[in-house]
């Protein structure tokens, strides 16, 4: 819920309604603006009655948030956020999408990989992406690499100026991993890992979380909240497909719907993931552009130098030539976007 005091209200009278929320297991943050000091009380606020805070001294409101995920919602925060890294790249606002690529699984083939971030480098790509633990529905599956697959990916950055994504399975590998990478990743396998969530919560990192398999809107938003709890704001949510009835053609239905209905209510950025929202190589170029279209802040997408190799997901990733290709639409579609935006808002005003 959201407190807000009166215009006057003393050092004195804004402490004990927080010291009350406090006293009844809620977590605060307090603003105090230029007008008005703003309490954001989480907890359960069936123990308190907004009718209990109306009567504090110096309370001017109570507005009880309606969805329950407070921290994502754009009631609490109007305003989209926008992700910033150190080389520059911005993720969200309405700054140019940008677009994660490489292979599903880092292999144990350097120069490969390196191949393969050159051609996403040329290409205008801001990060470099793949698996060093793979989540296999399969025991007998390739499970990944481990370490060896984030020195790869780290030398590869280096060499090419590329930010390194890469998925965290375990809380017990996050110490490692944040020697490497620069964007933690959460799999729609974890969405609902909440240790695993609280555990990337505690951590100074950006965090792609992944839609489930068969999440809702609602639970994949609340997913996000439970990382945004522990204090790590920097959430990028990315919609990868859910499981339908009908696999014959592709292997998830891509919910293009759920990017406005996130743009909605909430104001953390969004990203798809057209290779793993249908899992065909024909399909990632017009899912990409319709998610684009709807307002996404950026695609992902799995390329590989020789995807009939591939140790996972070859059947959805581009061949080099062919992300060229891709890519290069892509980049002009987005131009076409951002004129059509300008325009838009030209005639609006």
Avoid: W
Wanted: glycine share 8%; aromatic share 6%.
């Amino acid at each position: 819920m959201i407190i807000i005091m009166e215009r006057n209200a003393t050092k004195v009278q804004i402490q004990r309604v927080i010291d009350f929320l406090k006293d009844n297991d809620f977590q605060v943050r307090h603003n105090t603006g230029e007008v008005h000091t703003v309490i954001d009380a989480l907890g359960d606020k069936t123990t308190i009655t907004p009718g209990r805070l109306a009567a504090f001294e110096g309370v001017k409101e109570v507005k009880i948030i309606r969805e329950p995920f407070r921290l994502a919602s754009r009631d609490r925060k109007p305003e989209d956020t926008v992700i910033e890294f150190k080389n520059g790249v911005k993720i969200g606002g309405g700054n140019k999408p940008v677009a994660i690529v490489g292979p599903c699984s880092v292999e144990a083939d350097y120069e490969g990989l390196l191949e393969i971030a050159t051609a996403a480098k040329e290409m205008g790509c801001e990060f470099l992406r793949g698996g060093a633990f793979k989540p296999r529905t399969s025991p007998y599956d390739f499970q990944g690499y481990g370490e060896k697959a984030l020195q790869f990916l780290k030398r590869a950055s280096e060499a090419t100026g590329l930010l390194v994504v890469s998925e965290v399975m375990d809380a017990s590998d996050l110490p490692m991993m944040l020697d490497y990478v620069d964007v933690l990743q959460v799999g729609a396998r974890n969405v609902q890992n909440f240790k695993l969530l609280h555990a990337v919560g505690k951590c100074n990192k950006p965090v792609i979380l992944k839609r489930g398999l068969a999440s809702t809107i609602r639970e994949f938003l609340l997913a996000a909240e439970h990382i945004m709890y522990q204090g790590n704001m920097q959430v990028i949510l990315c919609e990868r497909g859910i499981r339908s009835f009908d696999s014959a053609f592709t292997r998830n239905v891509m919910d293009i719907a759920s990017i406005p209905v996130i743009k909605k209510y909430s104001h953390l950025p969004v990203i798809v993931d057209p290779s793993h929202g249908t899992g065909q190589r024909y399909l990632i170029e017009p899912m990409a552009k319709a998610g684009l279209v709807v307002g996404a802040d950026g695609v992902m997408i799995e390329i590989h130098n020789d995807p009939e190799n591939a140790l996972s997901d070859g059947k959805q990733s581009l061949p080099l030539p062919m992300f060229r290709e891709v890519m290069g639409r892509i980049n002009k579609f987005n131009e076409l976007i951002k004129e059509d935006r300008q325009h838009q808002a030209a005639n609006t005003i």
